[in-house]
């Protein structure tokens, strides 16, 4: 039964499109209209991950030339391959993480009841990286069983409801609304570059609101300007790798005609990955207003963050572009600080880095946009190689990987000394507290 709820949890289309199902069913709408609004939440969700599915594929020969071309040496940022091993390697972390996945996820339903911070934190993946890494930095600091998974349940349920609080002052400047949160292990990073990008940009120049001669009006159409880029990233990468290399990917298509045909793919999976947020969030919102009258008054669905790209297509490229450059500076800046060096990630610098590019929009602008993704990328590579110097990965079967979420690397920096770790999220949970209770009050004066 335990193993059934995970793998639930750890399933997004039906775990949202059982939200949809439970809030249609509490405003009692006809039978009718919930079957087809569990239907689309779920397969708008599927749709989205067919889309992230299909970037992930196109790019990843892209990630490989990039590190041959430049002869790139360091290990690999990856926060589900660093809690996969940790898993796979220790039965103690396993066994206690699925505890705390599960009962984590109620602990945060029960937070969003009984405290002002109503968010439902929905992005089951983020859930698994979260109980792993809280799960493993308790197992390290030497609790026994029963207290990693009493502890630990009850971080992971306040830290699902603390993150997205953090996060969606900046998502409300993006969206217009309280309409859902940001439910991702980056916030942290994203919410931090977007703060830095508007005390250096200017918000009245909207990346968004770009004019362009109109000969070049066709860069405001999405599929052509992320066509455009990957494009000349592609095409650069493979030319600079030469055809004996590409070959290894290619094998008998020709090298350019094998970049421009990856780069158009990365562009599909763009647009699906779009589509799908479309469908699955003009099914779910409505539909969570059920959850928000009747089970938990106000909640807030926390999402992944593909839901924020169709708000402003324009900043999420051009905080991917400058995030890969922060990246590339945070590898050198690693390598002299730390003697370790973190290995760019492109799909880092997409999903968040774009994220990062949209919330510097939203505060400063296009320039803020630019500055953003920079320091996003930056300060990813730069605290991976940090964490990398502190946490021995290879004692839990972890070597040659680091992780790329920002908030999991804050949250096993401060869980190096657990005592102090605990009272620090539990005081931010307060803090939060507090202050939502107090804008609420301003707001109603």
């Known amino acids: 039964m335990l193993d059934f709820l995970i793998n639930i949890l750890e399933t997004p289309a039906i775990v949202l499109g059982l939200v949809a199902l439970v809030g249609l069913l509490l405003q009692k709408k006809p039978a009718g209209q919930v079957f087809s609004g569990t239907v ?57 993480s699925a505890i705390v996945m599960a009962v984590g996820f109620l602990v945060n339903v029960l937070v969003a009841r009984f405290s002002p911070l109503k968010y439902i934190f929905l992005t089951g993946h983020m859930m698994w990286i979260l109980s792993v890494a809280i799960a493993g930095s308790l197992y390290v600091a030497g609790f ?40 991702h292990l980056t916030t942290l990073g994203t919410v931090i570059s977007g703060y830095v990008g508007g005390l250096v940009g200017d918000k009245s120049k909207n990346a968004e609101e770009i004019k362009l001669p109109e000969s070049l009006e066709f860069f405001k159409d999405t599929s052509m300007s992320v066509s455009i880029v990957m494009g000349i990233f592609y095409l650069l990468v493979v030319i600079l790798a030469g055809p004996e290399k590409v070959a290894a990917y290619a094998g008998e298509q020709n090298y350019i005609v094998y970049g421009l045909l990856k780069a158009l793919g990365f562009t599909a999976g763009i ?17 969570f207003k059920g959850i928000s009258d009747k089970l938990v008054p106000g909640a807030i669905p926390a999402l ?51 994220v990062a ?16 993704g920079f320091v996003y990328g930056f300060i990813l590579i730069f605290a991976s190689a940090f964490l990398f110097t502190i946490f021995d990965y290879a004692a839990y079967g972890a070597a040659g990987v680091g992780h790329d979420c ?10 190096k000394n657990a005592y102090i770790g605990i009272a620090v999220i539990i005081a931010v949970f307060a803090l939060l507290c507090w202050k939502t209770i107090a804008d609420k009050k301003k707001a109603a004066k």
């Open 40 to 96: 689309k939440t779920a397969l708008g969700m599927l749709v989205l991950s067919a889309g992230s599915g299909l970037i992930v594929t196109e790019i990843l020969p892209f990630v490989d030339l990039f590190s041959t071309v430049f002869n790139l040496q360091g290990f690999a940022t990856s926060s589900e391959a660093v809690v996969g091993a940790m898993q796979n390697s220790v039965a103690i972390i396993a066994s206690t």
């Open 144 to 183: 026994n069983e029963t207290m990693i998974m009493v502890i630990g349940s009850l971080l992971q349920g306040i830290l699902m409801a603390v993150l997205p609080a953090i996060g969606q002052p900046m998502v409300r400047e993006v969206t217009g609304s309280d309409n859902f949160a940001m439910a």
């Open 271 to 287: 647009l699906v990955l779009l589509q799908g947020v479309r469908m699955f969030l003009g099914e779910l919102v409505p539909a």
């Open 304 to 354: 992944d963050v593909p839901a924020l790209f169709a708000f402003a297509p324009n900043s999420l490229m051009i905080g991917f572009v400058t995030a890969v450059v922060g990246m590339i500076v945070g590898m050198f800046a690693s390598s002299a600080v730390f003697k370790v060096v973190p290995l760019v990630s492109i799909i880092g610098a997409f999903f968040t880095g774009g």
């Open 357 to 372: 590019g949209i919330f510097g929009n939203a505060r400063g602008g296009t320039r803020g946009a630019v500055v953003a």
């Open 406 to 415: 920002v908030d999991v690397m804050v949250v096993m920096t401060l869980m």
